[in-house]
């Protein structure tokens, strides 16, 4: 018994063992566990890798940074192609450089590990580009990354600059450039062209070496008002070879060229008129990366228009390029076609212009700050849009060097903006609206004679030191002499009587706020900075045609459309195609009565516009002074304004505009030229 309970008592000892054996599994399940999330981790870690490396290849291409691609590449995989890391960098450059290549994109992006080796991954993605011959899109990439010393780098191979390529396969590009479409006045002369133009460039070889080289590119420089550092850039071009010719800038043909030097004829963009025409036609500018960013449809080594109706056309002149991008063997036989266009040359934009009259009136405003505009009141056709003084578009296009731009830009008188477009108080011209107004509501009695005593006037003590000026000393005064002699004291006396709300109804039927179906940029007209004058002084100043009054001068030859049309206001067009517009907004015996008057303004001697009488035209005409000034007792700015028109067959319009005037200047004097030729053509 006693052997058994020994025995029974020492049988405890034994399980310690048994736990051993249960303990072993758990440990083993954790080493497992550690193994594998070691492993997990590894593998995550290797894959953040690959597609670092991916995202680095795809960015090296996208920046254009080809030479930073040698760093992620394989060197077996470089090998195996027949390349070296700066051979695969040069091919980049020239492929992407020969197709224009830009914006390139990679979406889609997929890195995944291969199943057969652990230190590979597989990896794809779509890319796109946009060429010299438009969009390239739907590229399908795919290749493997191998990791290597605790490294990922890509496996290269030429299918990685275009899906397709092997081997020293090349990139052909063959370009059908469209031809731009032309602006034509109404008479099909060109207002933007594309004529004739030379070229000057470079023929590395005969410029000699060292010091000969360094004299011929100085000597260039100075001739044709270029930089040494300008001809040295364009000179290391990667294209660049001895006898190949290197294109410098646009000039006027010479004789005088310098060593090295060669012209060439080619074909660009002209415009005929030059400065006459200049904010209005505007010109262009090479496309740049931003523009593609706006618009992938344009190439990249292509021309855009920057201002004017080069611009506001610039999709339908432009056209589009055709032509082919092609993958060759490396002796040029073609193997697939990667992007094909036909080309589809601009659209030409015909306009109402003309541009005889169009160089008539610029040249009327003798490079003095002004603007003239002329329609055919009929129609509404624009005849003239000049604006002066004006920068050459020629220049612009074809290349203008930094001294002759900043000239531009540091001319206090504004070269270019589009005086046209611009908004001024438009002065006594617009009492001829205000008259129209009065008649109209009756509180103008055209046979009526109102008597103002001396050339200032104020409607009482409360106006305090303000007092409406006029110049002429006229003891007593009609709505016939108001027009003739340009009073201001009776027009701001009768806009006074008719009230605010009457005035403001009368100008209503007008352009105020409304926006003109034209490409040309512009704010609406207005009539106050508020909804209401809240000020009789005010309303008395716009009733002569200033206070807060803003209208360009399309504006103010539209409003006064109605003056050759019995009432009717043609709206004012620009392109012959374009939709006639036109609406009711005065009684034709209401405009008869005016019309009498303002050709006495011409007729009679005491006219404000009685010099234009010599020129033997039947004339109805207006004209005004805009004072700008701070206070009333000082000498402001003077705009001097003349609204004319056709009495006789209403042929023509005219609006000119003469910007701070100086002693014995008008517009009025300025005007002869310009309407001996529209009464000889309209």
Same mark, same amino acid.
């Given at each position: 018994?006693?052997?058994?309970?020994?025995?029974?008592?020492?049988?405890?000892?034994?399980?310690?063992?048994?736990?051993?054996?249960?303990?072993?599994?758990?440990?083993?399940?954790?080493?497992?566990?550690?193994?594998?999330?070691?492993?997990?981790?590894?593998?995550?870690?290797?894959?953040?890798?690959?597609?670092?490396?991916? #995202?680095?290849?795809?960015?090296?291409?996208? &920046?254009?940074?080809?030479?930073?691609?040698?760093?992620?590449?394989?060197?077996?995989?470089?090998?195996?192609?027949?390349?070296?890391?700066?051979?695969?960098?040069?091919?980049?450059?020239?492929?992407?450089?020969?197709?224009?290549?830009?914006?390139?994109?990679?979406?889609?992006?997929?890195?995944?590990?291969?199943?057969?080796?652990?230190?590979?991954?597989?990896?794809?993605?779509?890319?796109?580009?946009?060429?010299?011959?438009?969009?390239? @899109?739907?590229?399908?990439?795919?290749?493997?990354?191998?990791?290597?010393?605790?490294?990922?780098?890509?496996?290269?191979? !030429?299918?990685?600059?275009?899906?397709?390529?092997?081997?020293?396969?090349?990139?052909?590009?063959?370009?059908?450039?469209?031809?731009?479409?032309?602006?034509?006045?109404? #008479?099909?002369?060109?207002?933007?062209?594309?004529?004739?133009?030379?070229?000057?460039?470079? /023929? !590395?070889?005969?410029?000699?070496?060292?010091? $000969?080289?360094?004299?011929?590119?100085?000597?260039?420089?100075?001739?044709?008002?270029?930089?040494?550092?300008?001809?040295?850039?364009?000179?290391?071009?990667?294209?660049?070879?001895?006898?190949?010719?290197?294109?410098?800038?646009?000039?006027?043909?010479?004789?005088?060229?310098?060593?090295?030097?060669?012209?060439?004829?080619? @074909?660009?963009?002209?415009?005929?008129?030059?400065?006459?025409?200049?904010?209005?036609?505007?010109?262009?500018?090479?496309?740049?990366?931003?523009?593609?960013?706006?618009?992938?449809?344009?190439?990249? #080594?292509?021309?855009?228009?920057?201002?004017?109706?080069?611009?506001?056309? &610039?999709?339908?002149?432009?056209?589009?390029?055709?032509?082919?991008?092609?993958?060759?063997?490396?002796?040029?036989?073609?193997?697939?076609?990667?992007?094909?266009?036909?080309?589809?040359?601009?659209?030409?934009?015909?306009?109402?212009?003309?541009?005889?009259?169009?160089?008539?009136?610029?040249?009327?405003?003798?490079?003095?700050?002004?603007?003239?505009?002329?329609?055919?009141?009929?129609?509404?056709?624009?005849?003239?849009?000049?604006?002066? !003084?004006?920068?050459?578009?020629?220049?612009?296009?074809?290349? %203008?060097?930094?001294?002759?731009? +900043?000239?531009?830009?540091?001319?206090?008188?504004? !070269?270019?903006?589009?005086?046209?477009?611009?908004?001024?108080?438009?002065?006594?011209?617009?009492?001829?609206?205000?008259?129209?107004?009065?008649?109209?509501?009756?509180?103008?009695?055209?046979?009526?004679?109102?008597?103002?005593?001396?050339?200032?006037?104020?409607? +009482?003590?409360?106006?305090?030191?303000?007092?409406?000026?006029?110049?002429?000393?006229?003891?007593?005064?009609?709505?016939?002499?108001?027009?003739?002699?340009?009073?201001?004291?009776?027009?701001?006396?009768?806009?006074?009587?008719?009230?605010?709300?009457?005035?403001?109804?009368?100008?209503?039927?007008?352009?105020?706020?409304?926006?003109?179906?034209?490409?040309?940029?512009?704010?609406?007209?207005?009539?106050?900075?508020?909804?209401?004058?809240?000020?009789? /002084?005010?309303?008395?100043?716009?009733?002569?045609?200033?206070?807060?009054?803003?209208?360009?001068?399309?504006?103010?030859?539209?409003?006064?459309?109605?003056?050759?049309?019995?009432?009717?206001?043609?709206?004012?067009?620009?392109?012959?195609?374009? $939709?006639?517009?036109?609406?009711?907004?005065?009684?034709?015996?209401? %405009?008869?009565?005016?019309?009498?008057?303002?050709?006495?303004?011409?007729?009679?001697?005491?006219? @404000?516009?009685?010099?234009?009488?010599?020129? #033997? %035209?039947?004339?109805?005409?207006?004209?005004?002074?805009?004072?700008?000034?701070?206070?009333?007792?000082?000498?402001?700015?003077?705009?001097?304004?003349?609204?004319?028109?056709?009495?006789?067959?209403?042929?023509?319009?005219?609006?000119?505009?003469?910007?701070?005037?100086?002693?014995?200047?008008?517009?009025?004097?300025?005007?002869?030229?310009?309407?001996?030729?529209?009464?000889?053509?309209?």
């Amino acid at each position: 018994m006693s052997e058994n309970r020994r025995s029974r008592k020492e049988k405890p000892a034994k399980k310690p063992k048994r736990f051993v054996w249960l303990a072993l599994p758990a440990a083993l399940l954790v080493l497992g566990g550690g193994y594998y999330g070691y492993t997990v981790y590894q593998n995550r870690q290797e894959e953040a890798a690959a597609k670092k490396v991916l #995202n680095s290849f795809i960015g090296a291409i996208s &920046d254009q940074k080809y030479s930073d691609l040698s760093a992620l590449l394989t060197e077996e995989s470089l090998e195996s192609n027949g390349f070296n890391a700066d051979e695969v960098s040069a091919k980049y450059e020239a492929i992407f450089t020969g197709i224009g290549a830009e914006s390139f994109k990679a979406s889609g992006i997929e890195v995944t590990p291969d199943d057969k080796d652990s230190d590979q991954f597989n990896f794809q993605y779509n890319g796109s580009l946009t060429t010299s011959l438009g969009e390239l @899109t739907e590229l399908s990439y795919s290749g493997t990354i191998t990791l290597a010393d605790d490294q990922a780098k890509i496996d290269w191979s !030429p299918q990685l600059i275009f899906p397709g390529m092997e081997g020293q396969d090349k990139v052909s590009i063959s370009v059908d450039n469209a031809t731009r479409g032309e602006i034509l006045d109404r #008479n099909n002369e060109p207002l933007a062209e594309n004529g004739t133009l030379y070229q000057l460039g470079v /023929i !590395p070889g005969q410029l000699g070496t060292g010091d $000969e080289k360094t004299a011929n590119i100085k000597a260039i420089a100075e001739r044709f008002d270029l930089t040494e550092d300008a001809i040295d850039q364009a000179l290391a071009q990667s294209w660049v070879q001895d006898e190949l010719f290197v294109p410098l800038k646009i000039i006027e043909p010479t004789d005088e060229m310098p060593t090295g030097t060669s012209l060439k004829e080619t @074909t660009g963009r002209t415009y005929p008129l030059g400065e006459a025409a200049a904010q209005l036609i505007g010109y262009l500018g090479n496309v740049t990366a931003e523009d593609i960013e706006k618009d992938e449809t344009l190439a990249s #080594n292509g021309q855009i228009g920057r201002s004017g109706l080069e611009a506001a056309f &610039d999709k339908e002149l432009r056209g589009e390029n055709g032509g082919k991008i092609a993958i060759t063997d490396e002796d040029g036989a073609e193997k697939s076609v990667l992007l094909e266009k036909e080309r589809a040359d601009g659209k030409d934009i015909q306009l109402t212009i003309d541009a005889q009259a169009q160089k008539t009136a610029f040249d009327a405003l003798q490079n003095q700050a002004g603007s003239t505009v002329v329609t055919e009141p009929k129609t509404g056709d624009l005849l003239v849009l000049a604006s002066s !003084p004006s920068y050459d578009p020629n220049k612009m296009t074809q290349g %203008i060097s930094q001294e002759d731009y +900043d000239a531009y830009e540091q001319n206090e008188d504004l !070269p270019f903006i589009s005086r046209f477009a611009t908004a001024y108080a438009p002065g006594s011209t617009f009492k001829t609206i205000t008259a129209a107004i009065g008649l109209e509501n009756g509180t103008i009695d055209p046979t009526q004679s109102i008597a103002i005593d001396g050339l200032k006037w104020q409607k +009482d003590s409360s106006w305090g030191d303000y007092f409406v000026t006029r110049v002429s000393d006229v003891a007593s005064v009609n709505l016939k002499d108001a027009l003739v002699y340009s009073d201001n004291i009776y027009m701001a006396q009768q806009t006074l009587a008719m009230g605010e709300d009457a005035f403001r109804n009368g100008l209503s039927k007008l352009i105020f706020g409304e926006t003109f179906d034209l490409p040309i940029a512009m704010n609406p007209a207005q009539i106050s900075n508020e909804e209401s004058f809240n000020s009789e /002084i005010l309303l008395a100043d716009t009733g002569y045609g200033q206070g807060e009054l803003l209208l360009n001068p399309i504006q103010q030859a539209a409003a006064y459309s109605v003056f050759a049309n019995q009432g009717k206001l043609v709206y004012p067009r620009l392109v012959k195609e374009a $939709e006639q517009k036109d609406k009711e907004v005065f009684k034709p015996e209401t %405009i008869e009565q005016i019309n009498l008057d303002l050709t006495a303004v011409v007729s009679d001697a005491n006219g @404000t516009a009685h010099s234009l009488e010599a020129l #033997n %035209i039947p004339l109805a005409a207006k004209t005004g002074t805009a004072e700008i000034k701070e206070k009333q007792d000082e000498k402001g700015q003077e705009n001097s304004f003349l609204f004319a028109f056709d009495s006789q067959d209403q042929g023509f319009l005219m609006v000119s505009m003469l910007e701070d005037r100086q002693e014995n200047q008008s517009a009025t004097g300025l005007a002869p030229d310009l309407l001996t030729y529209l009464a000889e053509n309209y």
